[in-house]
């Protein structure tokens, strides 16, 4: 079967594609950039890309007539206020509306559990999707689910966060709301099993696991999978927006996203239009086992894709592969070249190791300081660690930096930041031909924005030198002192001049 997936690059798509593709369909991915997806660049015969912009009709015209099904799987939880419904609102017409002219006879819409009377902006936003797709001429089957456990999920994310950093939590009351927590596979199950079923045409169903448990308990519940003595006490003061901030300050969320989720928490979210059992006869994943899971997988580097590499994480900079090529003039840099006596598989292995909880090897108090600073000025902080401790894809989140390119052929390691700053900063690792073999020459490159930005590039360049001289050093020779490093005229004077 021909299906086209929306929203193949975020958390849920990145799994389902695969799935697809193993249980034989054909598979066309819609996204906005075809560089970003990073489970999706493997080859495979039954796998097509398409660039297309829901929020752009024209640009849908690549969506092929010959598609049997379709996904819908697209979702803005970083957005705030009325805009984003509107354009989550025309996002739905525009697909319904490409896919008028197709062989489509059947959308799964993945949606979220909303059973109250008075839903929060998003849930009532993912309600909203739900009409416009039904209203279509082609049969809809819409999937709520409650929170997702998961490898890398957002919730499952935050749980750990909170777990593993506060022994005593001083906490909402929204902890003591009902939810009905799903693990990621048995989602994918039943997205994958739901389809072209007759009986599943025009059905709306929650899904859940078994276990119906309040987020103060799903706490204590990853608490005990890790044998951890944590204490919760809730309290009726914290207003959302100090729950948000809370949460914002505590784990690796952005505050979009952490307001969307507190916001959210007030609705209970239990199963109660049921039916899919009778269709799809399934047991699902109880709570505790899809803890197990999740913590085995990135026990075991497994992590298949991660909230924090999806655009609604509010953390990815849409365009952010438009820097791969850095810029030659008014940029600033700053070179750091060493012989290497290491060999050059270890060498290797510690750049493409790093951060995450292996942090940055050397003064790593300076790159928490930085972090921190950066967590108080509303960015992203240096709490989103990495997918793998062992490998890095394109587009993967590095702590606050996101990778531009990874080619271990040629041993070259780009990033680019995702901090708050006053212009754009890019950080490479590369394994050069040097005079008695190899050279490891880390350059950190920054192209100011106006005057404030060369006032914090000239302000930092003592602390930057320090920091970035005693990582290469690091990394070449495994040393805190070496020789001067070398440098090339053109570099001697790249660093004469500052900016070029």
């Known amino acids: 079967m021909r299906i086209l997936v929306a ?37 495979h015969p039954g796998l097509t890309v398409i660039r297309g912009d829901l929020l752009d009709p024209t640009s849908l015209d690549r969506v092929p007539a010959d598609i049997e099904a379709a996904y819908y799987l697209v979702h803005s939880m970083s957005g705030v206020g009325g805009d984003f419904r509107a354009k989550e609102a025309a996002c739905a017409r525009h697909f319904i509306a490409a896919l008028a002219g197709s062989n489509c006879r059947h959308i799964v819409y993945l949606s979220g559990i909303a059973n109250d009377n008075e839903l929060s902006h998003h849930l009532s936003s993912r309600v909203a999707v739900e009409t416009i797709l039904q209203e279509g001429p082609i049969p809809v089957t819409v999937l709520r689910a409650a929170i997702i456990i998961g490898s890398g999920s957002a919730s499952f994310e935050i749980i750990r966060d909170l777990v593993e950093k506060l022994p005593v939590m001083i906490t909402p009351r929204w902890l003591n709301t009902r939810c009905q927590p799903i693990a990621v596979r048995d989602v994918i199950y039943y997205l994958t099993h739901v389809l072209r079923k007759p009986a599943a045409y025009g059905q709306v169903w929650d899904i859940g696991g078994p276990d119906v448990l309040t987020y103060r308990e799903m706490l204590l519940g990853y ?13 009726p003061v914290l207003t959302p927006r100090l729950s948000a901030y809370w949460l914002y300050f505590i784990t690796a969320t952005s505050y979009p996203l952490a307001r969307s989720l507190v916001d959210s928490m007030k609705n209970e979210v239990v199963v109660r239009r049921k039916g899919i059992e009778q269709v799809i006869p399934y047991r699902t994943t109880d709570y505790a086992t899809a803890l197990a899971r999740a913590l085995q997988m990135i026990q075991n580097n497994q992590v298949l894709s991660s909230w924090k590499d999806s655009v609604v994480s509010g953390h990815v900079r849409e365009d952010y592969l438009d820097f791969l090529h850095i810029p030659s003039n008014g940029v600033c840099r700053n070179v750091h070249e060493l ?13 493409y190791g790093i951060g995450g909880r292996r942090g940055w090897y050397h003064m790593d108090w300076a790159w928490s300081l930085r972090g921190s600073l950066d967590k108080l000025a509303g960015g ?93 050093r690091y990394l070449a020779q495994g040393r805190k002192r070496s020789p001067k490093p070398i440098k090339t005229r053109e570099q001697e004077e790249t660093a004469s001049r500052g900016c070029v």
Not at 18 to 42: T, Y
Not at 223 to 235: C, D, F, P, S, Y
Request: glycine content about 8%; some cysteine.
């Open 7 to 43: 929203g193949a690059s975020g958390y849920i798509g990145q799994r389902l594609v695969p799935a697809l593709l193993d249980a034989g369909h054909q598979v066309i991915c819609l996204v906005r950039d075809p560089r970003r997806p990073n489970s999706l660049r493997a080859p």
């Open 339 to 351: 012989p290497i006596t290491r060999t050059p598989s270890e060498t290797r292995a510690l750049i």
């Open 223 to 235: 608490a005990h999978q890790r044998k951890l003595w944590r204490l919760i006490q809730t309290v």
């Open 380 to 472: 992203v902080g240096l709490r989103r660690g990495r997918r793998n401790q062992e490998s890095l894809r394109v587009g993967d989140a590095l702590d606050f930096w996101r990778v531009l390119l990874t080619d271990q052929q040629k041993n070259r390691l780009a990033l680019f930041a995702e901090m708050k700053l006053p212009g754009e900063a890019w950080l490479e690792f590369e394994l050069v031909p040097g005079t008695d073999g190899l050279n490891l020459r880390l350059t950190t490159s920054f192209r100011p924005r106006g005057l404030a930005g060369r006032l914090y590039w000239y302000g930092i360049l003592p602390l930057h030198h320090l920091v970035f001289r005693g990582l290469a």
